[in-house]
């Protein structure tokens, strides 16, 4: 009778919650603890995996499990009932690779240089094969919730550096720490041609030369090991060495080495020195593969793709540098006529300077051709009958699911997308008897949409990880500058530049009109300016270039008012900085300088 | 010992032998002036490649079916040219972190998109030596490499079966980034003697402890392997002659110091870069049998290397020095016949001897010889066509074959020969000059966004 007295007022109380604040429920994740762990999704349409659909049928999740699929599942008692008639139920997705819940760190550790930059300590130099994601985890990152909010359930995340960060696990995005997150630990060992900061190994190539040297010297060390172990009699005592050990599990084959490239000569690097020493690996990353479909497909090996693409370039008048400008019209004697075509000619000829808009057009026409090449990778392997899995990487959580549909707008399938969300990363991961589909004795991981999850319109209501609910809301665009905004960026800006490694101070100066940008940057301890290029102010946003020596070329957008400045500047292989400033000359003042 | 031996087979494999399929062609050059650079000029010569080897050099000869003809009437034939120092086609170039750095390779980090590839077919150049810079005292592994463009697994490029070569370099390079910039070994040319002797000298003691190893694990199952060092495995092989030393290096004194270094240690093969001041000591070099190979008249540059000749090749081929004039830049590269061509200005060389300096003579530095630097019937199909001789100032290169296929053909030489576009890169301006890719041998490795942001100590 008490009992019974409880469920009513359980049943009552849900309720309430499902008609009131559900989302405070949801969201504050403080102390109102879960009415329920049983949840009814009615009527539902159920992708139970990829092309494997079910119409108008119950799904019901108990104890963080999906216990019953089927159209005339009987409601329990005590279940939370969600009427799902207008939703489509997918299982939750699973991010093949990337950083979620450890959040990036304020300050760069190790920021001195060694004492001798030749023989750095393993861990400043990027080499930490014995650590363990599992002790930098952190439940309050905020990609957690736009992760989820994305509709992935479950990531496989591996910490954050340079060569060697570590080992991963596999993470539920949900829960109040980080015990309660972890799935699994002990995944893989992380990998990447990153080179450490001055000291060795700087480079790719002494990146490879010093994986050569640890997995060799780990493979002799182990036989040490072995015959020490058998019986230390006459021999001298194996010192410990945590990075060497940390490789043994490599070596025996049961923790493969999560390899990331970021480009196809990447991916060319690693399979070598893979195919050189032989290690379990899975080959991550994966931009330009297209490139290399031969390759892959000789490897044989596991794929997750990078979710991450280019920038889609824009072809106008607007970019157009003022030294570009500058060319053209000093060599504009005979005014050519606009072509009007956009397709590359791959025979395309002119003599120097004669015709540059032509030759400009056509290089944009090549460049959009390689755009879609990047957009279409996915699409390319999938008709090469490579299987891969997606990662996140370290795109947005919010671009993420506008990078998939721009993928099956170039071709890819949306059984091959979905695939890649669920069901090839639970294989890939080991998870397939857990996570991945709809099926019942599984997690409780899904994704509840309005709309396929592939359209465009297609929105994301719910999420359930490990049974638990969340609903998300309709997402918000978010405008980084104010198109209509009108702010005069001429003048001197003193920076502040955030790295990881501490403030560097600087100073901007821009000057000219609208159209006519110009400027150029200085950094202190740095000697000389460098020239800012491809100015351009939309609004308030001020987005420009710089060539940083043996770098590249720095990618900056800043958003101003009329005092002050804030942005940041994307290194090519090193991230991104932010950025503020104040003024600290005037347009006019700027001018008066240089009459 | 069988792990030793698997280590170092594991290692030549990945170095000597290329796993990649390299496509060749079969190809009839019809009627040109043939300049065998080995066996004298030929006018009214057909030479034919089949299976990109060169199968016939001769008179009238018949063309097999199915092999594409090139009319070279009027036109002069020579062997593709061989740059023997160079850093084009590589995404790194110096390990600066370290004065010895033998471990690594730039045979690791091959970028076969790079334009300077095909530039360099541009003008006539069929191979290249890509070498690591000069930061460090003993630098990194070498690759040489054949212009295969347009085949963009980096494997495909690596000239297969051509010995194994590293970098060393003596001066103000390794003195001014370890000495000054890291205030560690060497701050002065003693300290660079130093290292080489040290580094040696441990790679002796490394030799001896691995013998040790296997003699006793013939008796001991229990035996104990010494540490594994992937550097001192790399400098063994460099006192077993398996890689051969090409060595940046400006003066006369510092190169003698060299040579009895190398005495010491009973290494044999040396092949000096730049020595700018090789006249001075040719008689030296060739008693040695060292060779050199040289800039044709570039020096001044820094102090090191402000006195110096453009006798220097001259002096250097009659003094019996095998020499070569190389590029070190992904400009000078285009013209290397011409830099060849300045030897005869200054000295006097014939025509032979002057295009030994690009062909036949750099081939011998690298330890290729019997397979490319000359039209001789065996040889790779790697030739360079000239509508005027090589030599004239007024010579434009045609077309250029590498292993039997045309790589460049001024014909169909477009604007955009790229292999990859960047999406998110602007669309280049027009420039007059670039610096990419010039003279990176002193680039240092340490001009990073690092030094850029922060500081340069």
Redesign the interface.
């Known amino acids: 009778m008490r009992i019974h007295r409880r469920v009513i007022t359980a049943v009552l109380s849900c309720a309430i919650l499902l008609g009131t604040s559900v989302r405070a429920q949801v969201n504050n994740g403080e102390s109102i603890p879960d009415v329920t762990r049983t949840i009814a999704l009615t009527n539902a349409r159920v992708v139970q995996a990829p092309g494997q659909v079910q119409e108008r049928t119950n799904v019901i999740i108990r104890d963080g499990l999906i216990t019953t699929i089927a159209p005339d599942a009987a409601i329990p008692f005590d279940a939370l009932e969600i009427p799902a008639d207008s939703f489509i139920v997918y299982a939750g997705f699973i991010d093949g690779l990337s950083h979620t819940g450890i959040p990036e760190p304020k300050e760069q550790p190790n920021r001195e240089r060694p004492d001798d930059p030749a023989f750095p300590p393993p861990e400043q130099a990027g080499i930490q094969p014995q650590q363990d994601v599992r002790s930098l985890l952190d439940p309050e990152d905020k990609r957690i919730t736009a992760m989820r909010e994305a509709g992935f359930t479950a990531a496989h995340v591996v910490p954050r550096g340079r060569m060697l960060p570590g080992v991963g696990a596999i993470i539920l995005l949900a829960g109040e720490n980080a015990n309660e997150m972890v799935y699994r630990g002990d995944t893989a060992l992380y990998a990447q041609l990153a080179g450490a900061r001055r000291m060795y190994p700087g480079t790719d190539m002494a990146v490879i030369a010093k994986l050569r040297q640890l997995y060799r010297e780990a493979a002799r060390r182990q036989k040490v090991e072995q015959l020490y172990a058998e019986n230390p009699a006459g021999l001298e005592r194996p010192q410990y060495d945590p990075v060497l050990y940390a490789m043994f599990p490599v070596l025996d084959g049961d923790r493969p080495v999560f390899f990331n490239t970021e480009s196809v000569l990447d991916l060319h690097r690693v399979l070598a020195v893979q195919q050189e020493l032989g290690f379990p690996m899975v080959l991550t990353g994966l931009t330009q593969s297209f490139d290399a479909i031969d390759k892959l497909k000789l490897a044989n090996l596991p794929l997750l793709l990078t979710l991450e693409l280019p920038k889609e370039p824009e072809d106008s008048e607007e970019e157009q540098s003022p030294d570009f400008t500058e060319v053209a019209l000093t060599d504009a004697a005979v005014e050519l006529p606009q072509i009007e075509a956009p397709d590359y000619d791959a025979d395309f000829r002119v003599s120097s300077l004669v015709d540059v808009a032509a030759e400009k057009e056509n290089l944009e026409a090549r460049r959009e051709i390689a755009y879609k090449a990047h957009v279409g990778n996915a699409h390319m392997l999938e008709s090469e009958g490579l299987t891969f899995g997606f990662s996140s990487g370290s795109v947005k959580p919010g671009e993420l699911l506008g990078n998939v549909r721009k993928m099956i707008k170039e071709g890819l399938s949306e059984d091959a997308a979905l695939a890649a969300l669920t069901t090839t990363p639970a294989q890939i991961l080991g998870l397939t008897s857990s996570m991945g589909t709809v099926e019942e004795g599984k997690l409780g991981n899904l994704v509840v949409t309005k709309g396929s999850i592939f359209d465009e319109k297609g929105e994301i209501r719910y999420v359930f990880v490990d049974g638990r609910k969340y609903e998300i809301e309709p997402p918000r665009k978010s405008s980084g500058g104010d198109p209509d905004a009108d702010v005069n960026p001429a003048g001197t800006w003193s920076l502040t530049i955030s790295t990881p490694d501490g403030d560097i101070g600087g100073t901007l100066t821009i000057e000219g009109s609208a159209d006519s940008w110009s400027g150029s940057l200085t950094v202190e301890i740095q000697p000389g300016a460098v020239p800012v290029e491809y100015i351009v102010l939309s609004g308030n946003e001020l987005t420009f270039s710089f060539d940083a020596p043996g770098v590249g070329t720095v990618e900056s957008s800043l958003i101003l008012d009329s005092e002050s400045l804030s942005g940041s500047f994307d290194v090519p292989g090193l991230g991104v900085a932010t950025v503020s400033g104040t003024r600290t000359s005037d347009p006019e003042m700027s001018n008066q300088h240089h009459n | 010992m069988r792990?030793k031996t698997l280590?170092l087979s594991?290692v030549f494999?990945?170095g000597g032998n290329c796993?990649a399929q390299v496509p060749t062609g079969d190809v009839l050059v019809r009627g040109g002036t043939v300049i065998t650079v080995t066996n004298g000029t030929l006018e009214n010569t057909d030479v034919l490649i089949q299976n990109g080897i060169i199968a016939e050099v001769g008179e009238n000869l018949g063309t097999p079916e199915g092999v594409s003809v090139i009319d070279a009437t009027g036109m002069y034939v020579m062997p593709g040219i061989i740059d023997a120092h160079s850093h084009i086609g590589i995404?790194?170039v110096?390990?600066?972190?370290?004065?010895?750095?033998a471990?690594?390779?730039?045979g690791?980090?091959l970028?076969p998109?790079s334009i300077s590839i095909y530039r360099a077919l541009a003008g006539g150049v069929t191979s290249s030596h890509l070498m690591h810079g000069s930061a460090n005292v003993i630098g990194?592994q070498n690759e040489t490499i054949k212009h295969r463009w347009g085949l963009?697994?980096?494997?495909e490029l690596r000239m297969a079966g051509a010995p194994r070569t590293i970098k060393f370099a003596l001066g103000e390079n390794p003195t001014r980034v370890h000495g000054r910039g890291?205030n560690?070994r060497p701050a002065s040319r003693m300290g660079v003697e130093y290292v080489l002797r040290e580094t040696f000298a441990k790679a002796e003691r490394y030799q001896e402890a691995w013998a040790q190893y296997e003699e006793e694990a013939k008796s001991n199952p229990?035996a104990?392997?010494p540490?594994?060092?992937?550097?001192l495995e790399v400098m063994s092989d460099i006192l077993t002659g398996d890689i051969l030393i090409h060595c940046h290096s400006y003066r006369a004194d510092e190169i003698l110091m060299l040579l009895d270094v190398l005495e010491d240690f009973g290494v044999e093969h040396i092949t000096l870069q730049h020595v700018n001041e090789g006249f001075k000591i040719a008689p030296e070099l060739a008693e040695f049998g060292a060779s050199a190979s040289i800039f044709a008249d570039w020096w001044a540059y820094k102090f090191e290397v402000y006195y110096s000749t453009a006798y220097n090749a001259a002096i250097l081929t009659r003094n019996g020095v095998l020499t070569s004039i190389n590029s070190d830049s992904g400009e000078l590269n285009r013209h290397l016949y011409h830099e060849a061509a300045k030897s005869q200005k200054y000295g006097g060389l014939s025509d032979t001897e002057a295009l030994s300096l690009i062909t036949i003579n750099p081939a011998k530095q690298l330890g290729i010889a019997d397979r490319i630097g000359s039209i001789e019937v065996g040889k790779d199909g790697d030739l360079a066509i000239f509508d005027r001789h090589p030599l004239s100032v007024y010579a434009v290169n045609q077309k250029t074959i590498v292993d039997g296929i045309v790589y460049f053909d001024i014909e169909?030489?477009?604007?955009?020969m790229r292999l990859?576009?960047?999406?998110?890169?602007?669309?280049?301006?027009?420039v007059l000059h670039s610096h990419d890719d010039d003279h990176r041998c002193l680039?240092e490795?340490?001009?990073?966004?690092?030094?850029?942001?922060?500081?340069?100590q």
């Open positions: 792990f280590f594991a494999v990945f796993l995404s790194n110096n390990e600066s972190s370290a004065p010895v750095t471990q690594v390779s730039v690791d980090v970028n998109y990194g963009v697994d980096p494997d890291s560690k229990r104990v392997s540490e594994y060092n992937s550097q169909s030489d477009a604007d955009d990859s576009v960047d999406p998110e890169s602007p669309i280049e301006t027009a680039h490795g340490s001009l990073d966004l690092y030094d850029f942001l922060e500081s340069n």
